[in-house]
């Protein structure tokens, strides 16, 4: 499970409410469970939507699940010196923990704004005076949002919708292909306690806000209002997105052809 405040409306619910000891839960950043999901390390896994199109062969989307945004999502942002126009050629850190918007942010500065920087992958918490600009996501970008060290800041959920019209898809729910054939009864329990959870987690939304705001820290009505803005379905238009997104991502060279059609692990009806 992603170890941001943006998984607490399920995950909150999760940690109080399922009782499973062989359920094993691992929490880290998105970069470091992609990397478990595809040593097998994991067999299910909320990771990079990007994982996924490296390696669509190992893995099966699990229906309805995901972290998207449908417009300015409040926790991606490119934060910079110059405006986007400006970032030719010029020094751009991207976060270690990303894969989803580390490639995004290449296909908004190359495709969309027509300039190519010189890409760094690092830790953002230590920003260095030298770089231009940064790719921030999830609780580190809530935090660097609260100071002003740049003087621009880009929501990278609000300019792919600008482009596109469409919601982003940041993170899927990732279940491992060998996983999903030997344990099907399981993977369907599993599947059911994380919609309960989300549905459970969205009634109680507010009490959830007051639990992890203090983690950013951030107030808790400011918490409110980001946590109302990320969305954990995978509705048709979603499926679009990513779609959209690994179509750039393929035609870059950066993802599997192999990637679409999306391969949707559909729950089965309940006996
Ligand atoms: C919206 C977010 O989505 C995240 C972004 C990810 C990525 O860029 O690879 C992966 C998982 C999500 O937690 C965020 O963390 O701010």
């Given at each position: 499970?992603?170890?941001?405040?943006?998984?607490?409306?399920i995950?909150?619910?999760?940690?109080?409410?399922?009782?499973?000891?062989?359920?094993?839960?691992?929490?880290?950043?998105?970069?470091?469970?992609?990397?478990?999901?595809?040593?097998?390390?994991?067999?299910?896994?909320?990771?990079?939507?990007?994982?996924?199109?490296?390696?669509?062969?190992?893995?099966?989307?699990?229906?309805?699940l995901?972290?998207?945004?449908?417009?300015?999502?409040?926790?991606?942002?490119?934060?910079?010196?110059?405006?986007?126009?400006?970032?030719?050629?010029?020094?751009?850190?991207?976060?270690?923990?990303?894969?989803?918007?580390?490639?995004?942010?290449?296909?908004?500065?190359?495709?969309?704004?027509?300039?190519?920087?010189?890409?760094?992958?690092?830790?953002?918490?230590?920003?260095?005076?030298?770089?231009?600009?940064?790719?921030?996501?999830?609780?580190?970008?809530?935090?660097?949002?609260?100071?002003?060290?740049?003087?621009?800041?880009?929501?990278?959920?609000?300019?792919?919708?600008?482009?596109?019209?469409?919601?982003?898809?940041?993170?899927?729910?990732?279940?491992?292909?060998?996983?999903?054939?030997?344990?099907?009864?399981?993977?369907?329990?599993?599947h059911?306690e994380f919609l309960?959870c989300r549905?459970?987690?969205?009634?109680?939304?507010?009490?959830?806000?007051?639990?992890?705001?203090?983690?950013?820290?951030?107030?808790?009505?400011?918490?409110?209002?980001?946590?109302?803005?990320?969305?954990?379905?995978?509705?048709?238009?979603?499926?679009?997105?990513?779609?959209?997104?690994?179509?750039?991502?393929?035609?870059?060279?950066?993802?599997?052809?192999?990637?679409?059609?999306?391969?949707?692990?559909?729950?089965?009806?309940?006996?």
């Amino acid at each position: 499970m992603v170890n941001y405040i943006n998984t607490a409306p399920i995950y909150e619910v999760w940690k109080e409410t399922v009782r499973r000891q062989d359920w094993l839960v691992h929490e880290d950043a998105p970069a470091a469970l992609c990397r478990m999901l595809a040593a097998g390390e994991l067999d299910i896994g909320v990771v990079s939507s990007f994982e996924y199109s490296e390696r669509p062969e190992n893995y099966r989307i699990m229906e309805d699940l995901s972290i998207s945004a449908n417009g300015p999502v409040g926790s991606v942002f490119l934060f910079s010196r110059e405006p986007l126009e400006g970032l030719d050629g010029r020094s751009v850190l991207l976060t270690s923990q990303s894969k989803t918007s580390a490639a995004l942010v290449r296909v908004i500065l190359e495709e969309f704004v027509g300039v190519r920087p010189v890409y760094a992958t690092g830790d953002t918490r230590t920003v260095a005076a030298q770089v231009t600009a940064v790719l921030a996501i999830g609780d580190d970008a809530l935090r660097l949002a609260r100071e002003d060290r740049f003087r621009y800041r880009y929501d990278l959920g609000e300019i792919w919708k600008r482009e596109t019209g469409l919601p982003f898809v940041f993170a899927v729910f990732a279940v491992r292909e060998e996983y999903c054939r030997s344990h099907a009864g399981e993977l369907a329990e599993i599947h059911r306690e994380f919609l309960r959870c989300r549905a459970r987690g969205r009634e109680e939304m507010y009490l959830i806000c007051s639990r992890v705001a203090p983690r950013i820290p951030m107030d808790c009505e400011d918490c409110y209002a980001y946590l109302r803005a990320i969305e954990h379905d995978l509705g048709a238009e979603k499926q679009l997105a990513l779609e959209k997104y690994f179509g750039y991502l393929i035609a870059r060279g950066e993802a599997s052809a192999a990637a679409l059609p999306l391969k949707i692990h559909r729950l089965p009806a309940a006996a």
